[in-house]
């Protein structure tokens, strides 16, 4: 996996002490996701960072003539989180806002395998991915309360086997392919397709949460504040 875009350097989650975590202001800090997708919400959960505002966006999601994946990638991510950062919605929420914008595309070569709904492309995606190895971009925007952009951009390379007939078609009547990049869901039956994978499987699911994580440590966000604890036992009398 490589990772590009804006390096920031800042606090990360190894170098924070327990007395800087309680001294920073988990109350007025608000983690917003720009999204509707439910595995990123469930990715953000998984580590302890559940957002406390869900604001989805709609924005045209064509790729420009001649755009790389990249670049498209990038784009999308970055125009997502204008769209979001101008809604009422959002303007109004009080505190310290974090808000946080994804996109993710499956590229073989130059070409973009978008979101599908189309049981023929879904299948032509099926066949030009079998056998072969793609790259599955996944970018991050964040921005910070003090109107800082930070970005992120992960690229994931997949190898899939060589698909049946048998197995294509079983997959397409499944229907899990529907809406997702690439007619495929990593963390669903097409599982049983991957040979290889070298990068990061969270991105492939939607959204790198290592990344994701040192970014918003690295901002100020209190992320082991965030995390759930046990509460200890009354003591025995």
Not at 13 to 25: F, G, R, W, Y
Not at 31 to 43: D, T
Not at 112 to 137: C, F, N, P
Request: hydrophobic residues 40%; aromatic residues 6%; charged residues 25%.
């Amino acid at each position: 996996m490589s990772d590009g875009g804006q390096q920031e350097r800042g606090v990360t989650p190894e170098e924070v002490t327990a007395e800087q975590e309680s001294a920073m202001s988990d109350t007025q800090a608000v983690l917003i996701l720009a999204s509707a997708s439910p595995r990123r919400l469930a990715l953000l959960e998984q580590v302890g960072l559940p957002p406390d505002v869900l604001c989805p966006v709609d924005i045209d999601e064509t790729p420009r003539r001649r755009e790389t994946p990249r670049d498209y990638v990038r784009r999308m991510a970055f125009e997502k989180l204008e769209a979001a950062k101008t809604m009422p919605q959002v303007k109004e929420i009080p505190g310290q806002r974090y808000l946080l914008t994804a996109d993710t595309v499956v590229a073989v070569g130059r070409r973009i395998l978008g979101k599908t709904d189309d049981v023929e492309q879904a299948r032509d995606y099926l066949k030009l991915l079998s056998g072969r190895s793609h790259r599955v971009l996944t970018a991050v925007c964040l921005l910070t309360p003090e109107g800082r952009l930070r970005s992120r951009l992960v690229d994931t390379k997949v190898r899939f086997k060589r698909l049946s007939r048998a197995e294509m078609e079983a997959y397409l009547q499944s229907d899990e392919w529907r809406g997702k990049a690439g007619a495929y869901a990593i963390q669903g039956l097409a599982a049983a397709f991957v040979r290889h994978l070298n990068g990061s499987y969270a991105s492939v699911v939607g959204l790198p949460v290592h990344e994701v994580v040192q970014m918003l440590a690295g901002n100020g966000f209190p992320v082991l504040a965030r995390w759930p604890r046990k509460t200890p036992p009354p003591p025995m009398l």
